[in-house]
């Protein structure tokens, strides 16, 4: 494996500046203007991620090169007036070998929303919203854009209730969000969802909560949950016309921001006693986090870190693959190597997150070392990362990935 990740390695470093397009050839996307000085449009973004990943740990009877399309997605939003937006955003995720069907009709071949919201201006610097939307809390990976990560994908854990109260890292529900000063801000409140990825385990006497509450205690006790997400932004400020976080902007800002965030689900989930009786525990999570990208210089280098820490309460002893109660901290940071922008950029990064797990009484550590080919930004480019991830006393688990992505 080690031959594997070192050679493709290699193969991202020596592709000739040639085969850059160069990044002044995407000038804004796919937009039609309805008036004369573009007030009034239509705006179309579309894009894919494409992987082949090696598993040093597959089961003897499984492949370990596996390909897959990891995210195929349409998103549209426009404008007639200044004063409201409409956004829809569809498509499907990980379609592989296993999930594939034979005339194209299983579940996880059909496109879904993945949001659909509208927006209006109250004030300045002032909107609410409502609908199926991404305006999260926690942190600012919780409400990462996919489309620029600067590592191959997001820290999963980060999106910490994924499946749990919301579809798919989006809530249904009202937003607010604006700014006062260099302070921005995001607030909803939200319906949690009935059907969670918790839904074929039942509550044991005296055992691990689990995250059904809607569902076992009713919409009254737990039906809604309560997020916002604020950051504060000391140099160049960052847009919050669209909700998804910038990953790295490869030098093209200066930017730090110091953020916090929180989630809060009342008897989110139901623990049961001794005597069989069900009652609810609250879910509340808790981040704090920083974000620093910049440019070193005049030769094109960069550099971008962010680290957070998340308290993590899922109520008593709760763990479900890559949720548990606990602590946890992750961070990572991207060397971008001097080159003009029309050239291929490279920019090696790392990545490492560790957590506590309460149900286990242990640690998760992930680790992840990367390296990204910018062929024309994050509009075509190259990522290959090896990750290594263990969950307490268990066996280590190592994969490497190439991603190619085209998003216009």
């Known amino acids: 494996m080690k031959k594997i990740f070192i050679g493709m390695a290699f193969a991202l470093l020596f592709i000739p500046k040639s085969f850059s397009q160069g990044n002044t050839e995407y000038t804004g996307g796919f937009k039609i203007n309805f008036n004369e000085d573009g007030s009034k449009y239509l705006r179309m973004i579309a894009w894919g991620q494409f992987w082949v990943q090696y598993n040093d740990n597959a089961p003897e ?62 004030a300045k610097n002032f909107y609410a919203g409502t609908g199926l939307h991404y305006w999260n809390g926690i942190s600012r990976l919780n409400n990462s854009s996919t489309l620029n990560f600067m590592t191959l994908d997001n820290n999963r854990q980060s999106w910490a209730v994924l499946g749990l109260s919301d579809q798919f890292a989006r809530h249904l529900g009202v937003y607010i969000k604006g700014r006062l000063g260099r302070l921005q801000y995001r607030v909803s409140f ?6 969670t990825l918790d839904a074929a385990n039942d509550p044991t006497p005296n055992g691990r909560a689990v995250y059904r509450g809607r569902e076992l205690l009713g919409s009254a006790d737990a039906g809604k949950v309560f997020q916002g997400y604020f950051d504060y932004q000391f140099l160049d400020e960052e847009s919050n016309f669209l909700p ?11 930017v730090f921001n110091v953020g916090a ?7 989110g989930v139901v623990v049961m006693d001794g005597s069989g009786s069900l009652e609810g525990e609250d879910v509340n999570i808790f981040a704090v986090d920083a974000f620093y990208d910049t440019p070193l210089g005049e030769d094109g280098s960069a550099i971008t870190a962010y680290a957070v820490f998340q308290n993590n309460d899922y109520g008593r002893n709760f763990s479900l693959g890559p949720y548990g109660t606990g602590n946890m901290v992750y961070g990572h940071v991207g ?3 001097p080159s003009a922008p029309d050239n291929s950029r490279i920019q090696p990064y790392l990545s490492y997150q560790t957590r506590t797990i309460d149900a286990i009484d242990d640690n998760a550590t992930r680790l992840g070392l990367g390296i990204n080919l910018f ?10 990362e090896y990750a290594n991830s263990k969950v307490g006393t268990g066996n280590s688990n190592g994969v490497v990935t190439l991603q190619a992505q085209i998003y216009l």
């Open 335 to 337: 060397y971008l190597i």
């Open 61 to 122: 009877d499984e492949s370990n090169i596996n390909l897959s399309v990891r995210r195929a997605r349409l998103l549209t939003f426009t404008q007639l007036n200044k004063k409201f937006l409409v956004l829809s955003h569809y498509g499907l995720n990980s379609l592989n070998g296993n999930n594939l069907s034979a005339t194209g009709k299983g579940d996880s071949s059909q496109l879904f929303y993945h949001a659909f919201w509208g927006e209006w201006q109250v």
């Open 261 to 267: 965030g929180f989630f809060t689900h009342k008897n």
């Open 244 to 254: 998804y976080k910038v990953g790295t902007y490869l030098g093209s800002k200066r």
């Open 190 to 195: 939200n319906e949690a969802i009935t059907n």
């Open 375 to 384: 062929m024309t930004g994050h509009h075509s480019k190259l990522t290959l």
